[in-house]
């Protein structure tokens, strides 16, 4: 079983930029597609970016051209860039496989506020 520990997470302005990073416990380069996901308050979870395991991407449609998925096999990890930050991208931000098939990890919360 993979675990899978999210961070880069914080308080940012509109306009502003984060990076996230999904680190695993294991060799994630079988795993054919991870994705971001990300769940606000009182919504459902759900997938803003996904990335194959040889390199295609693809996004939610209010993320795209804004945020950027990337994934570094050898180091089991893998990125969210997030640039253009609006406060509507305020949630809890997750990775897992897609479809989601690992225990869920903490998370890392993104908050856009002025």
């Known amino acids: ?26 060799s994630i380069f079988s795993i054919n597609t991870m994705g971001w996901y990300r769940q606000a308050p009182g919504k459902q979870r759900e997938l ?18 804004r945020f950027t998925i990337s994934r570094d096999n050898a180091k089991n990890t893998v ?16 990775c897992n496989a897609n479809p989601p098939s690992f225990i869920w990890g903490q998370g890392t919360q993104v ?3 002025s």
């Open 79 to 94: 990125y969210l860039q997030m640039n253009s930050l609006k406060p509507e991208d305020t949630a809890v931000y997750y």
């Open 111 to 113: 908050t856009v506020s």
């Open 1 to 26: 079983q993979v675990q899978l520990v999210e961070s880069g997470g914080g308080l940012v302005q509109p306009g502003g930029s984060l990076r996230l990073s999904c680190a695993a416990s294991r």
């Open 48 to 65: 803003v970016a996904g990335i194959t395991r040889f390199g295609s991407t693809n996004y939610e449609g209010s993320v795209k051209g």
